[in-house]
């Protein structure tokens, strides 16, 4: 596949090893060659007993004020070296696990350096154990520079819910009646699994989140304005699904089971295990899950006269049952090949079946309101999705120092097939008429590969400088066949055939310089995009386009700073949103994608004021040139047949305050506010209806944690949707109440957990869509009020492997002691 590089990177040369040769930023200009000989503060870290302490985070620390300057990890001898301006007085701090922090006089870097005596860490009382266990619990929320970070996996309502059911509850989240996530108010986003795209959307994308369960998530990150190193994809942001990876050391792993039940049961069971020595890794894990749910839903809708169709009111009134069964499973190893280099390969595959039973009742009334028509409609639909994937990545680190140049690769393949098995019965009580048989053999083959390579490297002035490229390769192919009563039907039955590929290269730059941060990053993407269906000539279109991000962090003073950030993003239409064959639900309606469609692209802007490091109120602006909605209309073949599919209006302009407060009113009560408050504006054309609607609409989070006597945790989280809308839907206020408690008993390896979602039943949704000649009420009522008991047991060393853990989080160290 070629390599898509922009004339600006042409210069660009990266050289494994002591140099990277950059004609963008020239860093074989004498400023870079003085970095060499910046003086350094060196020294030695030694625990109690004299032997030397590996990977003690050390950092050099302005005399003035504390402000951290550099951060570093101490080698295998427990010898660190910092580099520093000289002719300025530092102090240096010591940490460790395990270890009270030192804190070092006071002392001037001189051009010759300095060296300090050797440091020894007094041990812990408070940890002064033959060997150190983790016990801290992580809180639920953490508030980042560039994202909110979601950790779900020690929380008491995580237990027994899907991967859907958990998104839906996070700060911010929204998953509309079509099974569309949205971020703050926002559609349009770039779903990220262990760092790898899920290319699905809608209901596909809502299937593989419903069968996924949450036992097996870490994290979720959500990030609203990301940097040049992601894919440009996702004009509403980003959400990163963390899976689950055990770092205890020997052989070790955990077993889980929960039941719930709502009007009907959902079991959940799995087992993980790994096998962890210094220089090897080996990990499994394995979930089976089994549901039922129902779906209650009614229309109401009105149709005005079309040439020789009357007026028409109708009613559909029905009830879906749906089965689900999913086996999910990941397994793979991480090899240390030198103290610099790690090499890691990983299998996923999740295999689900759906069956569902869709029965329903429909009555069409004329303009006087006298019956026209009525009939019931069943529908079974068997479901068969297996899907899998395989990566393999290497890290090599150029210096032994976190900070030293790093060079990452990537290389992925995966695959999402989906068989669809219809049978589609129709019953006319009035008038009478014979009862048709619609059956549908519908094949999905979904396969993608990509390949990345990112090489940093820190540069003079405490500056840091990350490139890479990248490459992605798309293929669907579906078929579908429709019998009627037995007879091939070719006016509904074709093939459509999708490809895609996207080349792109980045360039991003960070850096820190007295009290502000600064990042400022160019992504390039070329994409290739080709359809074919049926006997039409295939449709085929480029996007060659330049993706600017920047942004600014100030502080203030000890209490306040400011941060702006700034970006162009856009989302291309996929292959299920292109895809013109049908997908029928009932008799009354049906999902097909639209050929049409084009990407739809946004510029982004955000302010950011940040009190006591805790508390943010963020301002937002955005604006969308052919946004992309789902929308419901009479579907082209009449016969009042209606359509669900994706448009593209004209713009949308988005403006949001959002609050966000993590408060403690009391030392066992812990709470994290989020309030959004946005306001949209949608402009277009469809359908002979002319569109200019707006509302401001407010979407409330609120989460508490409770530390209960006896050693039990509580957890008590709240949302509220206001009433909004999108396009041409208005969507009713809705909301949702979870209770759930969990206790850890047997020297903290088992832990109980119990929880009650939507306790007061109001997470219904109900919408109108409204369009001159056509308009549809709709209400839909799931099986969400669910109580769910879990027990999960682990078991083998509760030891970790901290040294190597402290390693590879030795970024996230390096960030906040930089201010960032």
């Known amino acids: 596949m070629p390599l898509f590089l922009p004339a600006w990177l042409h210069s660009v040369v990266v050289i494994p090893g002591r140099w990277a040769v950059c004609g963008l930023l020239a860093l ?30 050390v950092t050099l620390h302005r005399a003035t004020d504390s402000v951290a300057v550099k951060t570093n990890f101490s080698d295998e001898k427990g010898a660190f070296r910092l580099e520093a301006a000289g002719g300025r007085r530092y102090l240096v701090s010591v940490s460790q696990v395990g270890f009270v922090r ?94 790898k795209r899920v290319p699905l959307t809608g209901e596909e994308l809502a299937s593989y989140l419903r069968a996924l369960p949450a036992e097996q998530l870490q994290s979720i990150e959500l990030i609203t304005n990301p940097s040049a190193q992601f894919d440009a994809q996702g004009g509403a942001g980003v959400i990163a699904l963390n899976l689950k990876k055990d770092q205890r050391l020997g052989t070790n792993g955990s077993a889980n089971l929960s039941y719930g039940r709502g009007e009907y049961g959902k079991f959940t069971t799995g087992l993980s295990l790994n096998h962890r020595r210094k220089k090897v890794n080996f990990y499994g894990t394995y979930t089976y899950v089994n549901r039922r749910d129902f779906a209650r839903q009614e229309f109401d809708r009105q149709f005005a006269a079309d040439g020789a169709l009357p007026a028409l009111s109708g009613i559909i009134a029905g009830k879906r049952l749906l089965d689900l069964e999913s086996h999910s499973a990941k397994v793979g190893t991480d090899i240390n090949l030198t103290k610099a280099s790690l090499l890691g390969v990983s299998l996923t595959t999740l295999l689900s079946q759906t069956n569902t039973v869709n029965t329903s009742q429909t009555q069409f009334n004329d303009a006087w309101g006298a019956p026209s ?10 479901i068969w999705r297996p899907s899998g994937s395989a990566n393999l990545n290497f890290r090599h680190t150029f210096a032994d120092s976190s900070t030293a140049a790093a060079l990452t690769a990537d290389a992925d393949i995966a695959r999402y097939n989906t068989t669809r098995l219809l049978v589609l019965n129709t019953f006319y009580q009035y008038p009478a008429a014979a009862s048709p048989l619609l059956t549908g053999d519908q094949l999905s083959e979904l396969q993608i590969g990509a390949v990345k390579v990112d090489f940093s490297r820190p540069l003079p002035h405490r500056a840091r400088l990350e490139t890479g490229a990248k490459a992605t390769s798309v293929t669907s192919r579906n078929d579908v066949v429709f019998l009627n009563n037995g007879a091939y039907n070719p006016s509904i039955s074709s093939h459509f055939n ?34 074919e269906q049926g006997g039409e000539l295939p449709r085929e279109r480029n996007y060659l386009q330049l993706f600017p991000s920047a942004s600014v962090q100030r502080v203030l003073n000890a209490q306040h700073s400011l941060a702006l950030a700034a970006g162009r993003r856009i989302d291309r239409p996929n292959y299920g949103q292109l895809n013109p064959l049908r997908s029928y639900f009932d008799a009354t309606s049906y999902r097909a994608g639209n050929p049409d469609l084009v990407a739809q692209t946004s510029y982004n802007v955000e302010l950011t004021h940040t009190y006591k490091q805790k508390f943010s109120t963020a301002l937002s602006y955005a604006q969308t040139d052919k946004p992309i909605v789902t929308v419901v209309q009479p579907a082209p073949d009449g016969g009042r047949l209606v359509v669900n599919r994706d448009v593209n209006l004209t713009t949308q302009d988005y403006y949001a305050l959002t609050l966000t407060a993590p408060l403690e009113p009391a030392k066992w009560w812990t709470l994290y506010a989020n309030g959004v408050f946005y306001y949209s504006r949608f402009r277009g054309n469809l359908a002979g209806t002319a569109l200019d609607r707006r509302q401001p609409a407010c979407l409330l989070t609120a989460s508490n944690t409770f530390s209960l006597p006896h050693g039990w945790l509580g957890e008590l989280n709240g949302t509220f949707q206001s009433g909004e809308i999108w396009g041409f839907e208005h969507v009713q206020p809705r909301g949702q109440l979870l209770v ?3 206790r850890s008993f047997w020297a903290k390896q088992a832990t109980l957990r119990l929880n009650v979602a939507d306790v007061l039943y109001t997470a219904p949704i109900r919408s109108t869509s409204t369009y001159d000649s056509f308009t549809e009420s709709f209400r839909l009522r799931q099986d969400t009020q669910v109580a769910t008991a879990a027990f999960t047991y682990r078991f083998g060393s509760s030891k970790v492997a901290a040294a190597r853990k402290r390693a590879a989080g030795a970024e996230e160290e390096l960030r906040r002691a930089n201010g960032q």
């Open 28 to 57: 074989s200009s004498p400023m870079a060659l003085s970095a060499q000989s910046l003086p350094a503060v060196s020294g030695t870290v030694l625990a109690p007993a004299g032997l030397p302490l590996e990977f003690a985070t």
């Open 102 to 195: 030192y804190w070092g006089p006071v002392f001037e870097l001189t051009s010759a350096g300095v060296a300090l005596p050797s440091i020894t860490l007094a041990t812990s009382q408070a940890t002064a154990l033959k060997e150190v266990t983790v016990t801290a619990r992580k809180p639920l929320f953490e508030r980042l520079t560039d994202r909110t970070v979601v950790n779900v996996a020690d929380s008491p309502l995580s237990a027994g819910a899907t991967t859907l059911d958990v998104l839906g509850r996070a700060p911010g989240v929204t998953l509309d009646a079509a099974n569309n996530l949205g971020l703050r108010g926002r559609q349009g986003l770039l779903l990220l699994v262990d760092g």
């Open 373 to 382: 028509s009525r009939n019931s409609s069943r529908t079974l639909q068997d």
């Open 498 to 531: 999708y490809f895609e590929k996207v080349s792109a290269a980045y360039a991003n730059l960070q850096g820190t310089a007295s009290k502000t941060t600064f990042q400022v990053g160019l992504r390039a993407e070329m994409a290739n995009i080709r359809t």
């Open 740 to 742: 759930g408690v969990q």
